[in-house]
């Protein structure tokens, strides 16, 4: 019986490898020796595939054909556009970097069970340890020099692969484990990550679905209990152990103080990336309708052909692919939010989450888990969330 058991969970763990093995990479190669752990997950991962198909079809939903179509479209004419592209070299290299996406895609459509307690738990074994490595890391890099803090100068900038995770984990505890005292550990370490956007948008991701979740029921003693204890207990540990928390704090404070006095260094330059893009994409028809071709944008802004973003999904569709590239994707969205809002609350709410990330501070080849959740959100109704 616990054999069974731990076999029909493989899923679940293999799962949880894919997500977290872009944000770990960095760290194993750095620390523990030369594995590219992302390249072992999705070989796995391909495997489980194969294997999953080898023994059983399933039928697939008329909405995932649909998606599954447009994606593949959509990468048809990214090869398309290298045939023009202003880039010579770092093209070929960002559609080769693309697979994983697709993987991702295809992995989370091929699930059949994931067991999310046992996801949950094994997430804050992996992720609340590093983060709190990486914020103790962060706080003393400029403070002390020694071979350590060396070497942690060229991971100090995954922050933001940091603070996405740990909101997706925030989210995944809220709804399916809810412990005051873990989302209260994690929602500190989201702040002290410095991770401004995943903040903010695990903020208003909340606010909006409890909002409407507020709307359609009355408030319930239990919602107003949590929150003040959480609210209490957050309280309590910045009194308790401020000499300690507040040096950890501090670089994160200081970044969002910025950010709300008028943006600092690194807003304004992603501000000026965003209306360059916009501002060429309507430079002239073709550019209009076809864009530059994809990994154009580090040629043509910085004028080093290599990797480059603005900073927002929609504006680097347009400015590489242009209208037509922009509009394929716009359609796999209404798809993917006219599927989530129809089924299950907690893929609905991290689709959402991922999608507002996307917005501000990834590019298009770091979707790997926004893809994933959508291949969840598609196969919503043929696999079992226990």
């Known amino acids: 019986m616990g054999l069974t058991l731990k076999i029909n969970n493989y899923q679940t763990y293999i799962l949880l490898l894919l997500w977290v093995s872009g944000m770990v990479k960095p760290f194993i190669n750095t620390y523990l020796g030369n594995f590219d752990i992302v390249l072992f997950a999705l070989f796995v991962a391909c495997v489980d595939i194969m294997f999953q198909i080898s023994t059983k079809i399933k039928v697939p939903s008329k909405e995932y054909l649909v998606a599954l179509l447009v994606i593949l479209c959509l990468y048809i004419y990214i090869i398309i556009s290298l045939t023009y592209t202003k880039s010579d070299s770092y093209g070929y290299e960002k559609t080769i970097n693309l697979a994983p996406n697709l993987v991702f895609f295809l992995y989370s459509s091929s699930l059949k069970k994931i067991n999310m307690r046992l996801f949950v738990k094994a997430y804050c074994i992996l992720l609340i340890p590093l983060a709190f490595f990486f914020i103790y890391m962060k706080s003393i890099v400029w403070q002390i020099d020694n071979e350590s803090t060396r070497v942690f100068k060229d991971l100090r900038n995954y922050y933001l692969s940091i603070g996405l995770q740990l909101g997706l984990l925030l989210i995944l505890c809220y709804y399916r484990y809810r412990k005051v005292w873990l989302m209260a550990l994690v929602f500190f370490l989201l702040i002290a990550s410095s991770a ?92 209009f309708l076809f864009g530059n071709g994809i990994g154009s944008f580090g040629i043509l802004y910085l004028g080093k052909d290599g990797r480059a973003y603005p900073h927002n999904l929609f504006l680097e569709v347009l400015f590489e692919l242009g209208m037509l590239g922009l509009s394929v994707i716009l359609t796999l969205f209404i798809l993917l939010f006219y599927v989530g809002y129809k089924g299950q609350k907690l893929l609905f709410i991290l689709l959402f989450y991922c999608f507002l990330n996307a917005m501000k501070s990834s590019s298009l080849t770091d979707l790997w888990i926004l893809f994933s959740i959508m291949g969840l959100v598609l196969n919503q109704r043929k696999i079992a969330l226990y």
């Open 196 to 287: 401004r956007a995943a903040l903010l948008f695990i903020i208003m991701t909340f606010i909006i679905f409890e909002l409407i979740r507020i709307l359609r029921v009355r408030v319930k003693k239990k919602f107003l209990y949590i929150g003040s204890v959480s609210l209490l207990f957050v309280i309590g540990l910045l009194i308790g152990f401020k000499n300690k928390l507040m040096p950890l704090l501090a670089t994160s404070f200081t970044r969002f103080y910025v950010l709300f006095k008028g943006g600092g260094k690194s807003s304004t330059e992603r501000w000026e990336a965003m209306t360059f893009a916009f501002n060429e994409s309507f430079s002239n028809l073709s550019t």
